[in-house]
């Protein structure tokens, strides 16, 4: 028995048989480019978590004043400054600005009856004063020091006979400086 086949039928089923193998591949294909998207999208997924934070204004801390002191005796027609150290705990720069009498204290001051109105100056003559631009000193943050010089705080008029004696309990006030970090 022989089998014949035509030319027309041969190709025919050629062509079925790439047809069935292009198939397989274009699956094959199919299903890799399947897995690499579900690899990439696993790549490009976002996480996310929660907090908060929290912040208080600060509590500033009272300049420490020390070696206080006058820088002479009083005498008819003389003036006397007033110096001290002021140390800053705080974490900012402060600028010294006012000086004051301690509330609720008075200035112990002895003199002849009658010529405590001899006294004049600042700290002589007021109970608070701004302190002269030219003596406002700066003093830096964190337990930083700065000299800080009141000149001619106090001063005794010529008409005085006898010098006085003045104890003035006082307290120094500042701003923050602008810009600290």
Request: with cysteine; charged share 15%.
């Amino acid at each position: 028995m022989s089998l014949h086949a035509s030319d027309a039928a041969v190709t025919r089923q050629a062509q079925q048989l790439a047809k069935k193998k292009s198939r397989k591949y274009v699956v094959i294909a199919a299903g890799a480019a399947t897995i690499l998207a579900a690899g990439g999208a696993w790549a490009a997924m976002r996480v996310s978590g929660d907090s908060q934070a929290s912040v208080s204004a600060y509590q500033e801390q009272q300049l420490i004043i020390t070696n206080a002191a006058f820088s002479g005796p009083l005498f008819p027609d003389g003036k006397v400054n007033l110096t001290m150290t002021v140390k800053n705990p705080n974490p900012f720069k402060v600028q010294m600005k006012t000086i004051a009498l301690k509330q609720g204290a008075n200035p112990a001051i002895t003199c002849k009856p009658g010529e405590e109105q001899f006294l004049s100056g600042p700290l002589g003559s007021a109970t608070s004063f701004t302190i002269p631009a030219a003596d406002q000193v700066v003093v830096d943050a964190d337990n930083s020091t700065a000299n800080l010089t009141i000149r001619n705080a106090v001063q005794l008029s010529n008409s005085a006979t006898k010098g006085c004696a003045l104890t003035v309990p006082f307290t120094v006030s500042g701003e923050s400086v602008a810009g600290n970090s």
